[in-house]
T-cell receptor
Framework: ETGVTQTPRHLVMGMTNKKSLKCEQHLGHNAMYWYKQSAKKPLELMFVYSLEERVENNSVPSRFSPECPNSSHLFLHLHTLQPEDSALYLC???????????FGPGTRLTVL | AQRVTQPEKLLSVFKGAPVELKCNYSYSGSPELFWYVQYSRQRLQLLLRHISRESIKGFTADLNKGETSFHLKKPFAQEEDSAMYYCALSGDDKIIFGKGTRLHILP
């Protein structure tokens, strides 16, 4: 598969659960991003990784924990989330930071 | 501070009428500006960037440094233009998105 892929596409979890979102890019890019998209705040940048190093963390609560094991993969580990964390989580990649963003389809997260 | 402002949350335009989606920015250096679009049930994707100076799907955008604006324009709206549009700015190794404008094309 080409471009940016995200799994799972939908996730429902309880507040005490631990889950992970996965993103994979097949574009040979050097930077990867996590965004949160919700009705209240349409597009919020959460984390930025450049060459597998975290370079930006926009005051995101610690219940969200990113991981970038290599330049093609990005994870977002979730634990003890709140209902207000329900949103669409988008992954993106770019050749350099910052540059044109290539977005994945997103994971629709619902926290019960 | 870097900022991108899209003053309209929703813009309704009749089919065939001209479209202008406003974007104003605040940035002290030389920014790079983008427009991204998200059609219903599709992923967010790049529409155009100012350095390319190209027209995509009939849309154009000119960077006006004096007015710090990068408005998106199309002379004749089409129904398939209905979507969410985001203006974005990159500079100093950061990228910032505006809050988006939902464009609704009326038949």
């Amino acid at each position: 598969e080409t471009g940016v892929t995200q799994t799972p596409r939908h996730l429902v979890m309880g507040m005490t659960n631990k889950k992970s979102l996965k993103c994979e890019q097949h574009l040979g890019h050097n930077a990867m991003y996590w965004y949160k998209q919700s009705a209240k705040k349409p597009l919020e940048l959460m984390f930025v990784y450049s060459l597998e190093e975290r370079v930006e963390n926009n005051s995101v609560p610690s219940r969200f924990s990113p991981e970038c094991p290599n330049s093609s993969h990005l994870f977002l580990h979730l634990h003890t989330l709140q209902p207000e964390d329900s949103a669409l989580y988008l992954c993106a990649s770019s050749q350099y930071r910052p540059d044109t963003q290539y977005f994945g389809p997103g994971t629709r997260l619902t926290v019960l | 501070a870097q900022r991108v402002t899209q003053p309209e949350k929703l813009l309704s335009v009749f089919k065939g009428a001209p479209v202008e989606l406003k974007c104003n920015y605040s940035y002290s250096g030389s920014p790079e500006l983008f427009w991204y679009v998200q059609y219903s049930r599709q992923r967010l994707q790049l529409l155009l960037r100012h350095i390319s100076r190209e027209s995509i799907k009939g849309f154009t955008a000119d960077l006006n440094k004096g007015e710090t604006s990068f408005h998106l324009k199309k002379p004749f709206a089409q129904e398939e233009d209905s979507a969410m549009y985001y203006c974005a700015l990159s500079g100093d190794d950061k990228i910032i998105f505006g809050k988006g404008t939902r464009l609704h094309i009326l038949p």
